[in-house]
């Protein structure tokens, strides 16, 4: 059964939401995410091997600790959203978003009739098993459900703004990695920050999908100040948990082994 969706509540409340990327198959390291005090948890199946069984148990963890679980998905497939809606997925966030049909057809998929075109199982996991009356599931999800679209090459950076007006897109994610390799921009933090202010300003004069944009992200390492004021309204937040135990468990082999030439 659907709860309240946790960065939606902050976003309508003015506050910035953050989540903490999950690519390992352990529900544990979601509940951590979710002790440690993030909002979300950010489970990619689009650069890990995470299928769906492991995905639904992965949103049973964020429920627990009660966060956020938005999944980004391999692709635009509308059979692949609908597992992971049935399964609890409370955001769904598609990668390389280029064109506002293509954004169309997404909110087709992650929303039910009138607003879309969603399949209908009255017997799913996120609606309890059957256990939620149809209509109020049906309310609940077209109410709690994120849609996040990632702009993050030049054609849609071009189409943006048409992108940004589609009717049940809630969230525009402008990923700098993949950006940055299109326009040919790899570590020219000077040129990006340009760039993302005139998305911003861009996404505010539309006034309908809000802005999000990872902090610390080695591509482009926007600070928590610079987030704030470009608007943006929900963070992943860097360096990813496979990173951090990279760094910590070399940090550590590194002054063992200095200790012992010593």
């Known amino acids: 059964m659907l709860r309240e969706n946790r960065v939606k509540r902050m976003m309508k409340e003015g506050k910035v939401a953050l989540g903490g990327h999950i690519s390992f198959t352990d529900p544990a390291l979601v ?6 005090g993030l909002d979300a948890a950010f489970i990619d199946m689009e650069h890990t091997t995470l299928d769906a069984q492991t995905v639904e148990n992965l949103i049973r963890a964020a429920e627990l600790v009660g966060i956020t679980p938005i999944v980004r998905v391999p692709d635009h497939n509308e ?3 609908l597992r992971l809606l049935e399964a609890g997925a409370q955001g769904i966030q598609a990668p390389h978003v280029q064109t506002p049909e293509e954004a169309r057809e997404l909110v087709k998929a992650v929303r039910y009739a009138p607003l879309g ?4 199982a009255g017997g ?3 609606a309890g098993y059957g256990s939620v009356p149809w209509a109020e599931h049906v309310r609940r999800s077209n109410e709690e459900v994120l849609l996040l ?8 950076l071009d189409n943006l703004d048409a992108i ?27 040129a990006l920050r340009r760039i993302y202010r005139d998305i911003a300003a861009r996404m505010s004069r539309i006034g ?3 802005l999000s944009v ?12 610079e987030l704030k004021a470009l608007g943006v309204v929900y963070a992943s937040v860097h360096p990813s948990m496979a990173a951090r135990l990279i760094k910590s468990f070399s940090d550590d082999v590194t002054h063992i082994r200095q200790q012992m030439v010593g």
Do not use: Y
Not at 149 to 156: P, S, Y
Not at 214 to 225: E, K
């Open 31 to 36: 509940e951590i995410l979710g002790f440690a």
């Open 79 to 81: 059979k692949t959203i």
């Open 117 to 120: 075109e969603r399949g209908a």
């Open 124 to 126: 799913s996991r996120a």
């Open 149 to 156: 679209a990632m702009c993050e090459d030049k054609r849609g």
């Open 164 to 190: 940004a007006s589609v009717d049940g897109v809630d969230i525009v994610v402008v990923a700098p990695t993949d950006l940055s390799e299109s326009l040919g921009l790899r570590g020219q933090f000077d």
């Open 208 to 210: 309908k999908a809000k």
């Open 214 to 225: 990872p902090l610390g992200h080695p591509a482009m390492p926007f600070t928590a100040s």
